[in-house]
């Protein structure tokens, strides 16, 4: 703890300390250690004291201002203006937000009160739109009704609102009250689907104080009604009195285009209400509808002379819940062509319905021809082919004119018929011959229908060939084969049983597949089919026997084959071949070596054997000779020991 050091040859003796604190007086103290920008002069005492003196006159100044703010505070509590403004005013609204359906009101209540000071103080209520759907006016929003509340003094009096440019305003006054308290009924009737801001302004006339309550916005959100369901039917059955519940016949309404005064068809377009929890639609909600018709009229009353307009709208007549059908009528005015019928309701599109409107026979044709020339035909067999009438923009008409004739440019070859449209032909023996057929009517006759057709009355008499337009394939790679008959064109020539042509292996057909009933399709006195060869080297066959188009007495066997090559697969063996024949070479060497080193082995060992023998030999003649030098050597010493004798 550190201790306060007291410095006395630098303190008076008398200092006052006072309030138990430390005050200005105390900067006469010195402690040890701690040096504070505060700290007491330590000797200019003169100095401390003139500071006294002006805090003290500072202080004065102080309590005298206070004195006097507090005299002029009482002064104007005890003063009351001459106009004593409205005072204590409120205004509320009951929900900040509503929401409804277009022509469904919803409402809001406003409660205000305020203290009047004279009859002629008014409080004010203004309304305007802070937002809206384009197009709305005032009039969509009103005080509708004007409800006292318990606690007014007096009679007020409220009126129901004036138009002020795009806004409306209540007043409520008194003639003579300390206080008034009015609830009010505000209505929006709303006649677009959007969202409405309304502001409710608050003012009071006869004063100049602002009132205290301020503006307040109520927030209506408003969705347009729902129809359950729209649609469109058409029919024939009794179209001047029945409702049409289904396309009756829808995909084939046809009519003779001529004008008419009497109605084709009926088309009704229906709304139907009330059928879900958030429907509020009534009839009179309904959409308008537009019918337009491209070929012939449409009315909406059962009246050709009315059915000029090719667009007619209408509103809805039936109650909500109900079926509102809208009936128009379809005529046909003298144009030929197909005719769409465009249906909208309220702006949403319907799907659109079609009828035919047909004119007079204008061209004759064949319905079941498609190539220009007629199927095969067997001698003493016969094909048919049908007659049909076109108008003018080509629509196959239901009749035909009456009296049609037709004609073979060779009856030798074929013979026809003609009746009720159908077309017999005949073949007699091998040939062509054209057919015609005419509509004899001397005015306004179909053009005849000239179509060649080649009868293919004609049987080869020889087996078809087969051949393929290379000598050879590689595997995988394209095969074109030909099948040939001597014959017209058929698109079902039985040049072969049943059984068919058949390929030796399995083959992936590139388009058309080889016939597997024996019945082909000649044109130009041939018919093609391509293939991929298959994957595996060798000799492709294609065989078959003649069947009953062929007029020879024996059935026949066409056989035809080709080469299918594999270049890699060839090189390999070939390459594998070579080194068998290495192989085969190598071995026959070695069994060579193999027999000259047994040979070499023999000599070897009989050299081995020799050289053995003769060291054998040597071995005996040098003991041999080494006795003999032992017996000189001997022979020698006793000569040597007798000449020193």
Do not use: C
């Given at each position: 703890?550190?201790?306060?050091?007291?410095?006395?040859?630098?303190?008076?003796?008398?200092?006052?300390?006072?309030?138990?604190?430390?005050?200005?007086?105390?900067?006469?103290?010195y402690?040890?250690?701690?040096?504070?920008?505060?700290?007491?002069e330590?000797?200019i005492v003169?100095?401390?004291?003139?500071?006294?003196?002006?805090?003290?006159?500072?202080?004065?100044?102080?309590?005298?201002?206070?004195?006097?703010v507090?005299?002029l505070?009482?002064?104007?509590?005890?003063t009351?203006?001459?106009?004593?403004?409205?005072?204590?005013?409120?205004?509320?609204?009951s929900?900040?937000?509503?929401?409804?359906?277009?022509g469904t009101?919803v409402s809001?209540?406003?409660v205000?009160?305020?203290?009047?000071e004279?009859?002629?103080?008014?409080?004010?209520i203004?309304?305007?739109?802070?937002?809206?759907?384009?197009?709305?006016t005032?009039?969509?929003v009103?005080?509708s009704?004007?409800i006292?509340?318990?606690?007014?003094?007096?009679?007020?009096?409220?009126?129901t609102?004036t138009?002020?440019g795009?806004?409306?305003?209540?007043?409520?006054s008194?003639?003579?009250?300390?206080?008034?308290?009015?609830?009010?009924?505000?209505?929006?009737t709303p006649?677009?689907?959007?969202?409405y801001?309304?502001?409710?302004?608050?003012?009071?006339?006869g004063?100049?104080?602002?009132?205290?309550?301020?503006?307040?916005?109520?927030?209506?959100?408003?969705?347009?009604?729902?129809?359950?369901?729209?649609?469109?039917?058409?029919?024939?059955?009794?179209?001047?009195?029945d409702?049409?519940?289904?396309?009756?016949?829808?995909?084939?309404?046809?009519?003779?285009?001529?004008?008419?005064?009497?109605?084709?068809?009926?088309?009704?377009?229906?709304?139907?209400?009330?059928?879900s929890?958030?429907?509020t639609?009534?009839?009179?909600?309904?959409?308008?509808?537009?019918?337009?018709?491209?070929?012939?009229?449409?009315?909406?009353t059962n009246?050709?002379?009315?059915?000029?307009?090719?667009?007619?709208?209408?509103?809805a007549?039936?109650?909500?819940?109900?079926?509102?059908?809208?009936?128009?009528?379809?005529?046909?005015?003298?144009?030929?062509?197909?005719?769409?019928?465009?249906?909208?309701?309220?702006?949403v599109?319907?799907?659109?319905?079609?009828?035919?409107?047909?004119?007079?026979?204008?061209?004759?044709?064949?319905?079941d021809?498609?190539t220009?020339?007629?199927?095969?035909?067997?001698?003493?067999?016969?094909?048919?082919?049908?007659?049909?009438?076109n108008d003018?923009?080509?629509?196959?008409?239901?009749?035909?004119?009456?009296?049609?004739?037709?004609?073979?440019?060779?009856?030798?070859?074929?013979?026809?018929?003609?009746?009720?449209?159908?077309?017999?032909?005949?073949?007699?023996?091998?040939?062509?011959?054209?057919?015609?057929?005419?509509?004899?009517?001397?005015?306004?006759?179909?053009?005849?229908?000239?179509?060649?057709?080649?009868?293919?009355?004609?049987?080869?008499?020889a087996?078809?060939?087969?051949?393929?337009?290379?000598?050879?394939?590689?595997?995988?790679s394209?095969?074109?084969?030909?099948?040939?008959?001597?014959?017209?064109?058929?698109?079902?020539?039985?040049?072969?049983?049943?059984?068919?042509?058949?390929?030796s292996?399995?083959?992936?057909a590139?388009?058309?597949a080889i016939?597997?009933?024996?019945?082909?399709?000649?044109?130009?006195?041939?018919?093609?089919?391509?293939?991929?060869?298959?994957?595996?080297?060798?000799?492709?066959?294609?065989?078959?026997?003649?069947?009953?188009?062929?007029?020879?007495?024996?059935?026949?066997?066409?056989?035809?084959?080709?080469?299918?090559?594999?270049?890699?697969?060839?090189?390999?063996?070939?390459?594998?071949?070579?080194a068998?024949?290495?192989a085969?070479?190598?071995?026959d060497?070695?069994?060579?070596?193999?027999?000259?080193?047994?040979a070499?082995?023999?000599?070897a060992?009989?050299?081995?054997?020799?050289?053995?023998?003769?060291?054998?030999?040597?071995?005996s003649?040098?003991?041999?000779l080494?006795?003999?030098?032992t017996a000189?050597?001997?022979l020698?010493?006793?000569?040597?020991?007798?000449?020193k004798?």
């Open positions: 703890m550190k201790h306060v050091k007291f410095h006395l040859n630098r303190f008076l003796h008398r200092v006052r300390i006072h309030g138990g604190e430390f005050d200005t007086s105390a900067r006469a103290m402690r040890d250690e701690v040096v504070y920008p505060l700290q007491a330590l000797r003169r100095s401390s004291t003139i500071e006294r003196k002006q805090m003290s006159t500072k202080t004065t100044f102080k309590r005298i201002a206070l004195v006097t507090a005299a505070g009482f002064g104007v509590l005890a009351v203006p001459s106009q004593a403004a409205v005072q204590a005013d409120q205004m509320t609204l929900s900040a937000t509503g929401s409804t359906t277009v009101a809001v209540d406003v205000s009160s305020f203290l009047q004279t009859s002629s103080d008014t409080f004010t203004s309304l305007s739109y802070d937002a809206a759907p384009a197009g709305i005032a009039s969509e009103a005080f009704s004007i006292a509340a318990t606690g007014d003094l007096g009679s007020p009096t409220v009126d609102g138009a002020v795009n806004s409306r305003q209540a007043h409520i008194a003639a003579a009250a300390a206080s008034i308290k009015k609830t009010l009924t505000v209505k929006l006649t677009k689907a959007g969202t801001v309304i502001k409710f302004t608050p003012a009071i006339a004063v100049t104080t602002a009132p205290v309550s301020t503006a307040k916005t109520w927030t209506v959100t408003v969705v347009a009604k729902t129809i359950g369901s729209r649609s469109a039917f058409i029919g024939v059955t009794n179209i001047s009195t409702t049409q519940t289904a396309d009756a016949l829808a995909a084939s309404l046809s009519f003779a285009a001529t004008a008419n005064t009497t109605a084709k068809a009926r088309l009704d377009v229906a709304q139907v209400y009330g059928t929890g958030n429907d639609a009534t009839a009179a909600d309904g959409g308008a509808v537009v019918v337009s018709i491209d070929k012939g009229l449409v009315s909406k009246d050709y002379s009315a059915a000029a307009a090719q667009v007619t709208t209408a509103a007549t039936s109650g909500p819940g109900g079926f509102a059908a809208y009936p128009y009528w379809i005529f046909s005015n003298g144009t030929v062509g197909k005719a769409t019928i465009t249906i909208t309701v309220g702006g599109a319907l799907t659109s319905k079609t009828v035919t409107f047909f004119g007079t026979a204008s061209a004759l044709a064949v319905s021809l498609t220009g020339q007629d199927t095969f035909v067997k001698a003493a067999g016969s094909t048919t082919r049908t007659i049909v009438a003018s923009v080509g629509t196959a008409l239901g009749t035909l004119p009456t009296g049609l004739t037709v004609k073979s440019s060779d009856t030798s070859v074929a013979t026809v018929t003609i009746s009720s449209g159908t077309v017999t032909i005949t073949g007699v023996k091998a040939g062509t011959a054209t057919i015609t057929v005419t509509d004899p009517a001397t005015t306004s006759a179909a053009a005849p229908v000239s179509f060649t057709a080649t009868v293919a009355v004609a049987r080869p008499t087996a078809p060939t087969v051949t393929f337009d290379a000598a050879s394939y590689e595997v995988g394209l095969v074109t084969m030909t099948v040939s008959a001597n014959m017209s064109d058929s698109a079902s020539a039985e040049l072969f049983t049943s059984s068919s042509l058949k390929l292996a399995s083959v992936v590139s388009g058309t016939p597997t009933d024996g019945k082909f399709a000649i044109v130009g006195g041939k018919a093609t089919y391509k293939f991929y060869a298959p994957a595996v080297s060798g000799t492709l066959y294609a065989t078959g026997t003649t069947g009953g188009a062929v007029d020879i007495t024996t059935a026949a066997t066409v056989s035809a084959s080709v080469k299918i090559t594999n270049a890699s697969a060839d090189a390999a063996q070939a390459a594998a071949e070579e068998t024949a290495a085969n070479d190598a071995t060497a070695a069994l060579s070596a193999a027999e000259a080193a047994e070499a082995t023999a000599m060992q009989e050299a081995v054997d020799a050289v053995a023998e003769l060291s054998a030999q040597v071995t003649l040098i003991s041999a080494r006795a003999q030098i000189l050597t001997n020698v010493v006793k000569i040597q020991k007798k000449v004798a």
